[in-house]
């Protein structure tokens, strides 16, 4: 299978330094499925043409796989031929460093928009000439795709599924990669290796700035994953944007509210103290944070020996990154290492990683949530995960008069869906409880008006 990748900037060569491969140099590299070649059918000033060239090994393939109920189409297929996964993973091994943006010796190139065709020669796409329109059209390329005969001798047989696919556009390198990285196995639909939870991540990571506003997100995403549910609900709960405040934004306003205060201890930190105390009192030992952020209790809970297995679930990507960060996770003794885990995950789908463990705690995050997906985080929390102990804090609004930078009838932070008051709150909790079969007790936490209550309260969930 074949890649080029042309372009007219002036000077053209300097896709070389971009790609990390001189345009004078041929090279190879060995793969666990073939042999991947890098070469320039031309090179000057003007224009300048890269291609890499995948030699999958499908007999290779084939006695590294077969099992005892082998087929002859595991020998004879379109494996060697058409741009799939395989493509997708040469692509990462030998454009690495421009597929991640780098650019040692220009820098600035690496970020600038260039004159940019690539062409495969032979991309599967049963879905049609369309679908190809639809997924690359709108990331600013203007696509030109000629569709292969079954046969030229025999027209009447009619066409394949096969195209030659050449996309023209002005983008960045790194940008242009990660399409074609995503999107050729998404074509194919036909991923040759195992896909787990690690995929969403690449899935993500790949897809930022892009995929989240793509309109056949939800096809990238299915096809992608390979139709797998549980995968497929992490990703889409992810790029939906009012499932995915930016974790930098909440910090910031997080501090804003703790400034507000204008106590000794923090009211953040009179939340910690005080989750982390009904925690101990009921006995907890494997605990889950939901919704965990950027990590603030998951960092207690590991300073604490008392608790022999946290776990840290959050749908953010990016805000498990800054978790990791937090907590210092590479530096972490490989005892200490073993009693924490980050998951990425959503709280509205059922997830059966969630199971088994003796306390939840759901610090400051339903009201993240809109209304009408509370009844899907009811379920997955309190139905199928069903800990012993839930631990649920939220904003008390009647509060909120209490905060001078906070003009009224605003919500404490801009990524609110709503907040509630302590009867709204009690109604909710009552309610939950008497649908899954707990029982649930109300602690107020911060500092006490006599009109307004405190600013946070919690609801603790005891199974019956």
């Known amino acids: 299978m074949l890649l080029t990748i042309t372009t007219t900037y002036s000077p053209a060569t300097a896709l070389g330094y971009l790609l990390h491969k001189h345009p004078e140099r041929f090279q190879s590299f060995d793969l666990s499925f073939g042999k991947a070649s890098v070469f320039y059918p031309e090179a000057s000033l003007e224009r300048c043409t890269a291609a890499l060239l995948l030699d999958v090994d499908p007999v290779g393939l084939v006695r590294k796989q077969r099992g005892p109920g082998y087929q002859l189409e595991q020998y004879v297929n379109d494996r060697p031929y058409v741009a799939s996964s395989f493509l997708s993973v040469a692509i990462a091994q030998v454009f690495g460093s421009a597929l991640a943006g780098r650019c040692k010796d220009q820098p600035e190139l690496a970020q600038t928009p260039l004159p940019l065709i690539a062409k495969l020669s032979v991309l599967s796409c049963k879905s049609g000439e369309a679908f190809l329109g639809r997924l690359f059209e709108p990331l600013g390329y203007t696509v030109t795709a000629e569709v292969q005969a079954l046969d030229e001798q025999f027209p009447e047989w009619g066409n394949s599924p096969y195209f030659t696919v050449e996309l023209q556009g002005t983008v960045r390198l790194q940008d242009l990669l990660s399409h074609l990285y995503v999107l050729i196995p998404v074509l194919d639909d036909e991923k040759h290796y195992w896909v787990g939870d690690d995929e969403v991540d690449k899935l993500l990571r790949h897809g930022e700035g892009w995929l989240a ?252």
């Not at 997100?217 to 790029?239: E, M, S």
């Not at 703790?258 to 953040?268: G, M, R, W």
């Not at 609110?416 to 709204?424: C, Q, S, V, Y």
Request: aromatic share 8%; charged share 30%; proline share 4%.
């Open 213 to 464: 506003t793509h309109p056949e997100q939800q096809q990238i995403a299915k096809r992608y994953l390979k139709r797998q549910g549980r995968l497929v609900r992490t990703a889409i709960a992810q790029l939906v944007e009012e499932d995915n405040p930016n974790p930098d934004d909440t910090q910031a306003d997080h501090e804003l509210e703790e400034a507000a205060v204008e106590k000794p201890i923090s009211l953040n930190q009179q939340r910690l103290e005080a989750v982390l105390a009904v925690l101990k009192t009921c006995g907890a030992r494997r605990v889950l944070d939901l919704g965990c952020g950027e990590g603030r209790l998951l960092k207690e809970l590991l300073q604490d020996k008392t608790f022999e297995e946290i776990v840290g679930v959050d749908v953010s990507y990016r805000a498990l990154e800054i978790a990791q960060e937090r907590l210092h996770l590479d530096w972490l003794t490989e005892q200490q290492r073993q009693r924490i885990k980050l998951i990425q995950g959503s709280l509205t789908y059922r997830d059966q990683r969630l199971s088994g463990y003796d306390a939840a705690t759901v610090v400051e995050v339903i009201e993240h949530l809109d209304p009408p997906r509370l009844a899907g985080f009811e379920r997955v929390l309190f139905e199928f995960a069903r800990p012993t102990t839930v631990v649920v804090t939220t904003p008390n609004v009647e509060y909120n008069v209490k905060f001078e930078n906070l003009p009224a009838g605003k919500l404490r932070h801009k990524d609110h869906r709503f907040e509630w008051t302590r009867k709204e709150f009690q109604a909710w909790a009552n309610r939950v409880a008497e649908r899954f079969g707990y029982s649930v007790q109300f602690l107020s936490v911060g500092s006490a008006d006599v009109d307004v209550g405190t600013p946070t309260q919690m609801g603790v969930f005891t199974l019956a």
